[in-house]
């Protein structure tokens, strides 16, 4: 009879980073891809803003994948629903290593941004993590089932979260809308905005400059 065991060990994973951290740093995004994706491609969507306010750190989903049978593309993935738990921790662990490295101590404001599957993994760090945020953007994923009510509650009143879809996105139904404003309420109450763009499923620029604009 087979009998599945788990193993502790050592792991490396990559990140990317844009533009460099430095005393005039204004703004560091910590900014977690979507399905599919690899960071070194997905922060190329951050290079319009200003270089000199914006540091980017773009962390890397561990399981990568081939997407087609030419064996020619790469994409990776966060999790899925196979020990989901343990792969939660060990990706929540290599995100800690990453903010210890990267953040951890500059004045700097802190944005985190998920996109897509992105989301997931952006809105567990946070929460459970208790990381202080000076903004929460939600781009096009869904919220995890399994925070609840209390879990952003350690976020000052005026920290926004920022849930945005495009009106056309293929992956978000009537009911999912529904779904993510009532889950968003309960999880952010008045810290919710939500913002909807003319698009389908995809990473708005637009969006992205106005929030590293905006005080």
């Known amino acids: 009879m087979s009998k599945t065991k788990t193993v502790t060990y050592t792991s490396e994973n990559t990140y990317s980073t844009l533009n460099r951290l430095t005393p005039h740093t204004k703004n560091i995004w910590f900014v977690f891809h979507g399905l599919g994706y690899l960071s070194k491609y997905f922060i190329e969507y951050f290079n319009e803003l200003n270089p000199e306010e914006n540091y980017i750190v773009?962390?890397?989903a561990p399981s990568k994948y081939y997407q087609d049978l030419t064996f020619k593309h790469v994409g990776a993935s966060w999790l899925t629903r196979v020990n989901t738990e343990m792969e939660i921790e060990n990706i929540?662990?290599?995100?800690?290593?990453v903010y210890e490295r990267e953040v951890d101590k500059h004045p700097a404001k802190l944005f985190v941004l998920g996109y897509s599957q992105g989301v997931s993994i952006a809105a567990r760090w946070v929460a459970r993590h208790r990381i202080g945020v000076h903004k929460l953007i939600l781009h096009s994923g869904g919220i995890p089932k399994e925070l609840k009510k209390g879990d952003f509650d350690f976020l000052p009143e005026d920290v926004p979260v920022i849930y945005l879809y495009g009106d056309k996105d293929q992956y978000v139904t009537e009911a999912r809308k529904t779904e993510a404003?009532?889950?968003?309420?309960?999880l952010f109450g008045h810290r919710l905005i939500i913002k909807v763009f003319d698009g389908i499923h995809e990473v708005h620029r637009e969006?992205?400059?106005q929030q590293a604009s905006d005080k």
């Open 58 to 60: 773009a962390l890397q």
């Open 92 to 97: 929540l662990n290599y995100i800690r290593a």
């Open 181 to 186: 404003r009532l889950q968003g309420e309960n």
């Open 207 to 209: 969006l992205i400059k």
